[in-house]
């Protein structure tokens, strides 16, 4: 059974950072593309990131460009998103997809919750 | 960006009845589009994808057609379950975007 969970979110202030992690655990974690999707409060599905196999690219929102930064370690099952420049606007529940072999998003965490506030 | 554009906001039907949600894109995706259920609380799931091939273990009610800008997702014969909130993604360009989603609700 695919699981995929997510940890480090939690309150912080404008400006600060925060590193998101997911441990990924029933398939073969290195052949698949894993993306990161949030979802503000009361709000709607929204792309975060994509990095690719081997982590040979890496893709972000225009939201989040230049302040994320998307990173997979293969050797520990784990996809990293960090965050800095925090805005008001990054308060979001922030889920971990695994894609399927079509680059859909197959497999969702519950997600971890990150609030930016002072 | 590609803007995916749901309609109904809202639709609201009883059980039995089916239901047809619309995905329009503003420029063509050919067929790279999924959609996906979101019941409160819960991370969303995975229904159909390339427009009209369901995910595994997708209930035959729901269905998926459309090509090029539009779109639409029908669920035959409604159950209890289905009530939920549908959203629409297109993968055919960078951005991935996701349409603002269409809310089933038992009338």
């Known amino acids: 059974e695919v699981q995929l969970v997510e940890s480090g979110g939690g309150l912080v202030q404008p400006g600060g950072s925060l590193r998101l992690s997911c441990a990924a655990s029933g398939f073969t974690f290195s052949s698949h593309a894993m993306n990161w999707v949030r979802q503000a409060p009361g709000k709607g599905l929204e792309w975060v990131s994509t990095i690719s196999i081997s982590a040979d690219n890496t893709y972000f929102a225009d939201s989040v460009k230049g302040r994320f930064a998307v990173s997979r370690d293969d050797s520990k099952n784990t996809l990293y998103l960090q965050m800095s420049g925090l805005r008001a606007e990054d308060t979001a529940l922030y889920y971990c997809?695994?894609?399927?072999?079509?680059?859909?998003?197959?497999?969702w965490g519950q997600g971890t919750l990150v609030t930016v506030s002072s | 960006e590609i803007v995916l554009t749901q309609s109904p906001a809202t639709l609201s039907l009883s059980p039995g009845e089916r239901a047809t949600l619309s995905c329009r894109t503003s420029?063509?995706?050919?067929?790279?589009l999924a959609w996906y259920q979101q019941k409160p609380g819960q991370a969303p799931r995975l229904l159909i994808y390339?427009?009209?091939n369901r995910a595994t273990g997708i209930p035959a009610r729901f269905s998926g057609s459309g090509s090029g800008t539009d779109f639409t997702l029908t669920i035959s014969s409604l159950e209890p379950e289905d009530f939920a909130v549908y959203y629409c993604?297109?993968?055919?360009?960078?951005?991935?975007?996701f349409g603002q989603g269409t809310k089933l609700e038992i009338k």
């Open positions: 993604q297109q993968r055919y360009s960078w951005p991935r975007t």
């Open positions: 390339n427009a009209s």
């Open positions: 420029q063509s995706v050919s067929s790279s």
């Open positions: 997809v695994k894609s399927s072999s079509s680059f859909y998003y197959e497999n």
